[in-house]
């Protein structure tokens, strides 16, 4: 009887020691695969600073780059239907980016603005303009030198969502605050 309870406790002790580095395994495993994402994260935010035309080595494009849910990071602005008032929601944004402008005199953005396809071309430069415009005097209001900001509108005409429904309209009904050398 002895043998048996001597073996039972061998086996259990064999069966938590097989546990345990199969968990350390798992966790091995997991761990390389989270460091593997984080490095496909960081390439694919190094890609996309790249893409639109700035330079990662730059400090402050690699501050946006390392909080990417700060205020900062977000550099588009939407609107409702047929409007150019900012929203409440996009505020604390647009404050973010006028406070950095505001302590770097050097920096230059151009506000670009955007609509969704409802409308006439004319129309819908004339309230992308409009919206691009609401972004730069709040800018302005809160101690940005006006020379430092362009505006254009391109209406229509750069959608980032194709498609003919109110998903796709909201992305486009939109300001972009492109930073500039």
């Given at each position: 009887?002895?043998?048996?309870?001597?073996?039972?406790i061998?086996?259990?002790?064999?069966?938590?020691c097989?546990?345990?580095?199969?968990?350390?395994?798992?966790?091995?495993r997991?761990?390389?695969?989270?460091?593997?994402?984080?490095e496909?994260?960081?390439?694919?935010?190094?890609?996309?600073?790249?893409?639109?035309?700035?330079?990662p080595?730059?400090?402050?494009?690699?501050?946006?780059?390392?909080?990417?849910?700060?205020?900062?990071?977000?550099?588009?602005?939407?609107f409702?239907?047929?409007?150019?008032?900012?929203?409440?929601?996009?505020?604390?944004?647009?404050?973010?980016?006028?406070?950095?402008?505001?302590?770097?005199?050097?920096?230059?953005?151009?506000?670009?603005?955007?609509?969704?396809?409802?409308?006439?071309?004319?129309?819908?430069?004339?309230?992308?303009?409009?919206?691009?415009?609401?972004?730069?005097?709040?800018?302005?209001?809160?101690?940005?030198?006006?020379?430092?900001?362009?505006?254009t509108?391109?209406?229509?005409?750069?959608?980032?969502a194709?498609?003919?429904?109110?998903?796709?309209w909201?992305?486009?009904r939109?300001?972009?605050?492109?930073?500039?050398?």
């Amino acid at each position: 009887m002895q043998n048996w309870i001597a073996l039972a406790i061998a086996g259990l002790f064999l069966a938590a020691c097989a546990t345990v580095t199969d968990v350390d395994t798992d966790d091995r495993r997991v761990s390389d695969r989270d460091r593997m994402a984080d490095e496909d994260w960081s390439e694919q935010r190094l890609e996309e600073a790249r893409a639109r035309g700035l330079d990662p080595s730059d400090p402050f494009i690699s501050a946006l780059m390392d909080d990417p849910e700060g205020p900062l990071s977000r550099q588009t602005v939407y609107f409702d239907f047929d409007r150019s008032e900012i929203r409440n929601e996009d505020m604390p944004v647009i404050e973010a980016h006028a406070r950095f402008l505001s302590g770097h005199p050097d920096r230059r953005m151009t506000i670009e603005g955007h609509t969704d396809e409802r409308g006439s071309r004319e129309y819908n430069l004339a309230l992308g303009e409009r919206r691009a415009e609401a972004v730069k005097r709040i800018m302005v209001l809160n101690g940005v030198d006006e020379d430092q900001l362009d505006v254009t509108s391109y209406g229509e005409e750069n959608p980032v969502a194709l498609g003919s429904n109110e998903e796709a309209w909201q992305q486009n009904r939109r300001a972009e605050l492109i930073y500039r050398q």
